[in-house]
Structures are given as structure tokens and as C-alpha cells.
């Protein structure tokens, strides 16, 4: 902006100079123009710092001084899903194993453990396991598997071990079935 407006200022003053010289001295015009009190010139940049090593375009270190130990490249999720899974299997101690029928259900009652029934929750009901045991059951069908805590009593219907919560059976995949074969692992009891 303030450049604009010098340059206008510039060439007003040379316009008023030609008029009041009536155009007589054309190089004495100019140098005129230049020393006019309204021609103003820009201000000089004020210095700048010294830039940086970085911004020089020299070369950095390779790697950050505050680094202590090198990362270990990611592992892909499947990998990564898989070791944990491996390594939860190998941590967890089976105290009794067998297999059964699962059913599920999902109508809202007290359970015999005395909590409500939350059909989104993973739990399970068995006749004789104590309440707050662990189990991990596997669909036989297709080798999912979930864990649950067994917090009611059931199932009634004969050849039935395990009643799973609908939250539970989804996880294993047996929704659409009603009743699936599984193997069932009990993991901690009580």
C-alpha cells in the first residue's frame, strides 16, 4: 500500500512540475520527481536472523539424541490379533473341559447370582459350576470362541450344558442356529 502511494505521489509531483515548468527541462523534471517531498521511498527490510542449521539445507542427525532405544517396527493387526489370542490360551490354565450343546437366551429376569440379566453382557448360565467361574466356549462350526462369566443356573433342556447370553452367542457365532455344539474350557471357578 505504501508503496501505491508513492508512486502516485511520485508521478503528481512530476505532473505539477511539468505544468509549473511548462514542460521545459524533461531531465530536470524527473530528477525533481525523485527528490520531491512527497515522493516517499520504501523502508529497508530490517536484518533477518541467521537461519537455522536445518533450514540451511544442512545435513541432520539420523536419528534424535533423546532416543534411548531403537522402535520396533508395527506388526500388522491379524498378526498382532493372533499372538495375543496364542498368548492368552497359553496363560490361561484349563481346569475342566468337555463339550455340550449351547442355547442362548436373552429375556430380561434376575439371574440366581441375585444381578439382573443384561442380555448385552457376556454370561452364561450352567447347573453346577460356581457362580463367577470363567469359561471359554468354542463353536465347534466355525472355532470362535468367547469367555464368560457363569452368573445363573440352566439350562433345563436336556443335552444342554451352557446357556449364553445373546451378547456371548453372537461372539461365537450361533444366533441364527438356536442351539450350537461347542467345547467348553473352565478357566477359573468361583
Known amino acids: 500500500m505504501l508503496i501505491v502511494s508513492g508512486v502516485a505521489a511520485a508521478v503528481l509531483a512530476v ?13 530536470d523534471s524527473a530528477q525533481a520527481a ?5 515522493a516517499a521511498t520504501p523502508a529497508a527490510d530490517p536484518p533477518r536472523p541467521e537461519p537455522s542449521r536445518a533450514s540451511r539445507g544442512g ?3 539420523p536419528e534424535p539424541k533423546h532416543t534411548k532405544k531403537k522402535a520396533e517396527p508395527k506388526k500388522a493387526r ?8 496364542a498368548a492368552a ?32 453382557a457376556l454370561t452364561a448360565a450352567h447347573k453346577t459350576l ?3 467361574s470363567k469359561v471359554r466356549v468354542i463353536n465347534k462350526n ?21 446357556d449364553l447370553s445373546t451378547a456371548a452367542m453372537k ?15 473352565v478357566l477359573s471357578k468361583g
Not at 463339550?99 to 443384561?118: I, L, N, R
Request: glycine residues 16%.
Open 142 to 162: 466355525n472355532g470362535r470362541s468367547v469367555v464368560v462369566r457363569i452368573n445363573d443356573r440352566g439350562p433345563y433342556a436336556g443335552g444342554r450344558c451352557l
Open 15 to 27: 505532473g505539477a512540475f511539468a505544468i509549473a515548468t511548462g514542460g521545459k527541462a524533461p531531465a
Open 89 to 120: 490360551k497359553k496363560k490361561a490354565k484349563v481346569l475342566q473341559s468337555g463339550t455340550c450343546e449351547a442355547s442362548f437366551y436373552g429375556e430380561g429376569q434376575m439371574t440366581a447370582s441375585g444381578e439382573p440379566f443384561d442380555p448385552s
Open 78 to 85: 491379524s498378526e498382532a490379533v493372533a499372538e495375543h489370542k
Open 171 to 185: 461372539k461365537v457365532g450361533g444366533t441364527g442356529s438356536g442351539v450350537i455344539p461347542v467345547r467348553y474350557e
Open 130 to 132: 460356581p457362580m463367577g
Open 34 to 38: 525523485q527528490t520531491a517531498p512527497g
Open 59 to 61: 545435513q541432520r542427525d
